[in-house]
């Protein structure tokens, strides 16, 4: 395991005041921000932000990307996320879907996709997680049959992240049976049209009653074979794979960061106690330690590595810290926590008890992230 120190290069620090400026023009004064990537759903931002060439940026030029490298992806979801910035309807597509295509698509998907990707035009969402399928993923019973020209998928998936605003997406379905106990073969990605006929997306609320998640069912579906994701009997690892781009970002660290700011700005106010001060240093100190993490992992990227253990790490660690943050500020609020006050500090907060305990579920529970951090370890 490695975690190389690094710092920002010049032309790097530019790109962060880059961003700053857009998003000082961008953003509207009354811009509510969001928590990380539950913040708003806007197709608007997300084109404008794929015309200043910040959406598909892991892309090559060919598929319509920007061929950037992901030091350059991190410092722009950084910042993105620091300031609470709309990025619901493209980030997955940009985070994961994208490299995915890009890796495993044919020539026909890439360029069917990745430039709508790319352009802020194309959203995907993930259809992982079943009814009894979520750290134990080789379980899921979702199943396709081979019928001409493509495959029919029947089964239901949950916790589908805004797939009644998304367009498309990747199934995980079993496409052969369970043969000599080998669960992890059989399995295939397809790309379900989310508007398609047997497509049915119910909204399942979160505790604070608003909508994020979906249960997506799914009855004789067709999926053309050119819709196939990869191979067929690949799924497993096409899938594995995947996730480890989804575990080591700035969006497994700074979800609760926009209620820090606005504690910052709203609370303590000139008098800061010595007890706040610690309290913030405290914070401040662990969010640069966590961010130096990040970044290495990003670095080692870029150099050609596959650190997928310290990906884990970092997720297992950051997300644990996101939580702490809304506890640590939840005591320093001077009164219950209340969401209609009229205080942007305390509609945050209140937003982050509330969705909080998700962070250290989504993309991988911190047990299956230590299990996967100590079987890499160990070997
Ligand atoms: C905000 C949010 C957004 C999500 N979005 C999506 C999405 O868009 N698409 C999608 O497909 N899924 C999505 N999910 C689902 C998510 O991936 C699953 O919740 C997660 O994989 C855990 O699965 P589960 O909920 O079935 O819990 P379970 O797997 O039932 O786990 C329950 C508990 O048991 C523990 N556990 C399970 N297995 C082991 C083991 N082998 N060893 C030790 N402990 C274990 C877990 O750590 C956990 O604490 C989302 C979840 C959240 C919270």
């Known amino acids: 395991m490695q975690f190389g120190p690094t710092t920002l290069s010049p032309a790097e620090e530019s790109l962060r005041r880059e961003v700053r400026e857009f998003l000082a023009a961008e953003l509207p004064p009354d811009h509510r921000p969001g928590l990380g990537m539950a913040a708003r759903h806007d197709p608007d931002f997300s084109r404008k932000l794929a015309a200043r060439g910040w959406v598909g940026m892991a892309i090559p030029p060919e598929y319509g990307g920007r061929g950037r490298t992901a030091v350059d992806r991190f410092i722009v979801t950084e910042e993105l996320l620091a300031a609470g910035a709309p990025i619901g309807a493209h980030f997955v597509a940009d985070r994961q879907t994208g490299p995915a295509l890009l890796h495993y698509g044919t020539e026909q998907q890439r360029r069917t996709f990745l430039p709508a990707i790319s352009a802020g035009d194309c959203y995907f969402s993930l259809g992982m997680s079943e009814p009894d399928s979520g750290s134990d993923l080789a379980s899921v019973r979702t199943r396709a049959s081979r019928v001409e020209g493509g495959w029919t998928v029947t089964g239901t998936k949950v916790w589908t992240s805004l797939a009644h605003l998304n367009h498309f997406f990747a199934v995980l379905c079993r496409t052969s049976p369970v043969e000599d106990g080998n669960r992890h073969a059989g399995l295939s990605q397809l790309i379900v049209d989310l508007h398609a006929p047997g497509v049915t997306v119910s909204p399942i609320p979160y505790l604070d009653g608003s909508h994020h998640f979906n249960e997506v069912a799914l009855e004789d579906v067709f999926v053309p ?39 910052l700005r709203e609370g303590p106010g000139k008098a800061v106690s010595d007890e706040e001060a610690t ?24 150099a050609g590595a596959a650190p997928a253990v310290e990906a884990a790490l970092v997720k297992e660690v950051g997300t644990r810290f996101e939580q702490e943050v809304v506890e640590v500020l939840r005591t320093c609020a001077e009164t219950e926590v209340d969401a209609d006050s009229g205080s942007l500090f305390h509609a945050l907060l209140a937003e982050a008890v509330l969705t909080g305990p998700s962070f250290t579920l989504r993309g991988g529970t911190t047990e299956i992230l230590r299990s996967v951090a100590a079987k890499g370890l160990s070997t």
């Open 225 to 263: 074979d050119e819709r196939v994701l990869g191979e067929i009997g690949s799924g497993w690892r096409q899938v594995t794979s995947e996730l480890a781009y989804e575990r080591s970002g700035p969006d497994r660290w700074l979800s609760t960061f926009t209620v820090l700011r606005e504690f």
């Open 279 to 302: 309290v913030v240093g405290r914070l401040a100190a662990r969010y640069w330690a966590i961010r130096q993490l990040s970044l290495a992992v990003a670095r080692a990227l870029d």
